[in-house]
Nanobody
Framework: VQLQASGGGLVQVGGSLTLSCLASGSVHGFGTMGWYRQAPGKQRELVASISRGGGRINYADSVKGRSSISRDNAKGAVYLQMNSLLPEDTAVYYC????????????WGQGTLVTVSS
């Protein structure tokens, strides 16, 4: 399984963008999917996650109310819409998937850079 993240770029404060992550290979065993980010000099942190059925969604406090995560199980895809972007949202964003059969098995995308300019 390979995950390809896209949608990052340069955006002004207050702007919006949508990140996409598409999987290649077998997508039938995808459990929880999510987005993490890592800013320069900081640890990687969870931004948002969504359960397999979509009934359980979690957001980091820093993006709550400004972001929306969704998924398409048929495509093995996960999306993150971010609004009202702030300079502190600048980071490399990584998509992440946990196997529904064994939560010790997970996959990471290659990362997509989001830069919010003021």
């Amino acid at each position: 399984v390979q995950l390809q993240a896209s949608g990052g770029g340069l955006v002004q404060v207050g702007g919006s963008l949508t990140l996409s992550c598409l999987a290649s290979g077998s997508v039938h065993g995808f459990g929880t999917m999510g987005w993490y980010r890592q800013a320069p000099g900081k640890q990687r942190e969870l931004v948002a996650s969504i359960s397999r059925g979509g009934g359980r969604i979690n957001y980091a406090d820093s993006v709550k109310g400004r972001s929306s995560i969704s998924r398409d199980n048929a495509k093995g895809a996960v999306y993150l819409q971010m609004n009202s972007l702030l300079p502190e949202d600048t980071a490399v964003y990584y998509c992440h998937v946990v196997s529904v059969y064994d939560d010790r098995i997970d996959y990471w995308g290659q990362g997509t850079l989001v830069t919010v300019s003021s």
